[in-house]
């Protein structure tokens, strides 16, 4: 009988956790893009990022998925790092409101409310229109039904009479620090094995409310889950920039902080939340449904009073994760790399990986116009040994644009096969489109190089008036890709569509002009076929990397393909 118990709260746990995980990503997916507009807008100064951080938290019902969103919008440059902070500081106090739900769940038996509730949720799912709804209440009715059942099987295990049990946690001296530290290293490393802080903190209601486990060694676990929920996040930010890790680190050391004050005055800290719930910790027999009360009383107050002594010093916290966390030198921006995704980090939140694919294009378009602007200046280079140092960067630019493209498409691909809003179907397929299309730019600069490197091996050059009509054709195709990269940005403001498709008719009207001067020029004996045919190729070059920059923008615009 003992072994269909275990597995009876092992099974519990596992319906716990992936309750929330459903409820959580639901909610994502009803919230989309408002998700990230609330985070980013909501953080204009300490206290309303506090209450961000505290209302999403509430929502999603996870501190995790809170703390890894805030840590991919430090990543992506949409969030400061003293935003950050704030946001993380709300965060561990909405993330209490989950003990509160379980002590609900352990004081009533909700189990048949849950029934008629998994009904509804099915009914919703089926309807299509509704789903995300559908599986938010599926979420939430597998959660209580899994508090339920752990209260009940509490019940049923009768750890009170158990003298094996009993006698196991009574060999621990309840007055010592020697046990508090033991229990509170045991509820990290526990909470960092389960990567679920609710999960331990339902095993610990279980057993503080049959009796077994004092309340002292209790709340030390639950202030060891406080330490082990930041490790998620500090593992998310491994693959990120600097102050991206610098935020989860910042998360790390405000829940130690915490820790480290409370264990200070830990007993008496302790009597005073008990004072508050009306429980005498040091009575023999306890209220088996109060217990559960003074965990859900302790979190609360724990992090309340913690982000109310810690919100006054974010300019010294900042200062501090500055310190320890050091800025990554690898600035050459000949190196390849990818500054916004990378890694397993953000795959917990699919929704709002979309954000960081966005950012790594918006610096994937950037490196092109780069490239592009060491090709204009290639085309008036006349050393050779200075030609050759640019052009082999030009090379190395080729290169590294055709792995950015694989990257980021590999990255969009893992995010594809969760399970995402119609929306963000969309906006990937777009994405992978938009990627395409700027490989193809780099391609364009590419071959316009490998003409200027022919032409300079030749006997021949350009004429001074051909040199002023390539310097105007690249000066139309740069015109395109500021604009193209003014629409990358999301810079609604500056932004003049019509603008783009104006510089591809002004382009493709001044080739075809370039190209009847160019037959009339040769006919006329003015250069040869030979140097007429690599100025067409460049100016041709240009053309087709023009249209390339009109998809670019029709694929963000949601528009339908160009055609030369």
């Not at 140092?389 to 290169?399: A, D, N």
Request: include cysteine; hydrophobic fraction near 45%; charge should be neutral.
């Amino acid at each position: 009988m003992s072994i269909w118990i275990i597995f009876k709260i092992i099974g519990s746990l596992a319906l716990l956790i992936y309750g929330m995980k459903v409820m959580s990503e639901a909610l994502q997916k009803m919230a989309g893009s408002q998700l990230r507009h609330i985070l980013g807008a909501m953080t204009t100064n300490r206290f309303t990022g506090l209450l961000t951080g505290m209302f999403v938290t509430a929502s999603v019902q996870s501190s995790t998925a809170t703390t890894v969103m805030t840590v991919s919008f430090v990543n992506a440059g949409l969030l400061t790092l003293a935003q950050a902070i704030s946001v993380i500081m709300g965060a561990n106090i909405g993330t209490t409101f989950t003990a509160w739900i379980m002590t609900l769940g352990f004081s009533f038996n909700m189990a048949n409310l849950v029934f008629p509730a998994f009904f509804i949720a099915l009914l919703l799912i089926y309807s299509k229109r509704h789903r995300y709804i559908g599986d938010f209440l599926f979420g939430v009715a597998f959660m209580f039904f899994a508090i339920s059942t752990l209260g009940a099987t509490g019940k049923e295990m009768d750890l009170s009479h158990n003298q094996a049990v009993i006698d196991f946690f009574a060999s621990f001296d309840k007055e010592s620090y020697l046990t508090i530290f033991s229990f509170l290293g045991l509820g990290t490393i526990l909470t960092f094995c389960m990567q679920s802080s609710a999960a331990l903190m339902a095993i610990t209601m279980v057993l503080c409310s049959s009796g077994v486990l004092p309340i002292y060694m209790g709340i030390a676990l639950v202030l060891g889950e406080n330490i082990g929920t930041t490790i998620t996040s500090n593992i998310a930010a491994m693959g990120a920039n600097t102050q991206a890790r610098r935020a989860a680190f910042a998360h790390l050391t405000f829940n130690v902080f915490g820790v480290i004050w409370v264990l200070c005055g830990f007993y008496p800290f302790i009597d005073m939340v008990c004072s508050f719930v009306g429980v005498n910790p040091h009575a023999d027999h306890i209220d088996a449904a109060r217990l559960s009360v003074v965990l859900a009383a302790f979190h609360t107050t724990f992090n309340v009073c913690n982000t109310a002594v810690l919100i006054w010093f974010i300019p010294q916290m900042e200062r501090f994760v500055c310190y320890v966390i050091k800025p990554s030198n690898r600035k050459d921006e000949d190196d390849f790399r990818l500054r916004y995704i990378g890694g397993t980090s953000i795959m917990k939140t699919p929704e709002l990986s979309v954000l960081e694919a966005q950012k790594e294009i918006q610096s994937f378009a950037e490196r092109i116009q780069r490239m592009f602007g060491m090709v204009r200046e290639l085309l008036g280079v006349k050393d050779e040994a200075k030609f050759n140092k640019l052009y082999t960067r030009i090379e190395k630019y080729e290169s590294i644009s055709d792995n950015m493209e694989i990257e980021i498409a590999n990255y969009l691909n893992n995010v594809s096969d969760a399970h995402l809003s119609d929306d963000t179907k969309a906006k990937i397929r777009a994405m992978l489109r938009e990627i395409s299309e700027i490989e193809s730019i780099g391609d364009s600069c590419y071959n316009v190089a490998r003409t200027l490197s022919r032409k300079l091996k030749g006997k021949e050059d350009f004429t001074e008036k051909q040199y002023e009509h390539l310097h105007q054709m690249l000066e139309l195709t740069d015109d395109a890709l500021t604009q193209m990269n003014v629409m990358l940005t999301g810079r609604r403001d500056s932004l003049d569509v019509n603008r783009s498709f104006n510089v591809e008719n002004e382009i493709n009207n001044y080739r075809n002009q370039l190209r009847s001067q160019n037959i009339n020029d040769i006919n006329d004996h003015k250069y040869t076929y030979a140097i007429g045919t690599m100025y067409m190729d460049i100016v041709s070059e240009c053309e087709k990397l023009g249209d390339y920059v009109v998809n670019v923008v029709e694929a963000r615009m949601g528009t339908r393909q160009h055609t030369a």
